[in-house]
């Protein structure tokens, strides 16, 4: 599996944009890339996946680029209840295992 | 609703006893997985499962023992061989490439 690099950790304040990086050198051509969110005592939640280029839904953006050798998780203007943990994961996760990093832990102040 | 089902929450157990962690699902997914999270860590996998009857080891999994007997089921044990088994265990479920892994509540395991 590819393996990931983040912060350990990003401070924001609300209303202001996130953007947090992640470095995946060894991506492979079969390989997505996928964020999770985790707050304390809770499982991680889904937030966005892509292959290449942008994707956007309701919640995020995540940009990558042509190379896919990193990806940045945008999270257009944070609030106090986007404090958590999120992940980034590479792989084509159909067949091999789920592997998590340490994760970059952002935290919101008013 | 269909979901991720771990129990139960909290668990406490006296030190050289096995427990066995619950976790069901009702998502229709082949893959199941295990994970260890300890305060402020990442998750760290113990086992997975790709398929009925068959599993395979993850970064920690020694001193835990898994099965998968039923698509829907994935227990997980704690055996009295696992040296600091106090921690915070998350289930999870998959269904195939590309797609999004769906989590349980977790279970906070405390070994006293």
């Known amino acids: 599996l590819a393996k990931t690099t983040q912060p350990i950790s990003m401070d924001s304040y609300e209303g202001q944009e996130v953007n947090i990086t992640c470095s995946h050198n060894?991506?492979?051509?079969?390989?997505?890339i996928t964020w999770y969110q985790q707050f304390p005592s809770q499982g991680p939640r889904f937030i966005i996946q892509?292959?290449?280029t942008k994707v956007t839904n309701e919640v995020a953006s995540l940009f990558i680029p042509a190379d896919r050798k990193s990806s940045t998780l945008s999270l257009p203007r944070v609030s106090l209840s986007d404090t958590a943990v999120y992940y980034c994961?590479?792989?084509?996760?159909?067949?091999?295992?789920?592997?998590f990093g340490s994760g970059t832990r952002l935290q919101v102040q008013p | 609703d269909g979901g991720i089902t771990q129990s139960p929450k909290y668990l406490f157990r006296k030190e050289g006893q096995n427990v066995t962690l619950s976790c069901e699902q009702n998502?229709?997914?082949?893959?199941m997985y295990w994970y260890r999270q300890d305060p402020g860590q990442g998750l760290r996998l113990i086992y997975y499962?790709?398929?009925?009857?068959?599993?395979q080891k993850g970064d920690i999994a020694e001193g835990y023992s898994v099965s998968r007997e039923k698509k829907e089921s994935f227990p997980l044990t704690v055996t009295s061989a696992q040296k600091n088994p106090t921690a915070f265990y998350l289930c999870?479920?998959?269904?195939?490439?590309?797609?999004?892994?769906?989590f349980g509540q977790g279970t906070r395991l405390t070994v006293v």
């Open positions: 999870a479920s998959k269904e195939g490439v590309g797609t999004e892994a769906f």
């Open positions: 060894n991506i492979a051509t079969n390989d997505y």
């Open positions: 892509g292959y290449k």
């Open positions: 994961l590479v792989g084509d996760t159909g067949r091999r295992a789920l592997t």
């Open positions: 998502l229709n997914h082949d893959a």
């Open positions: 499962s790709q398929i009925v009857n068959d599993f």
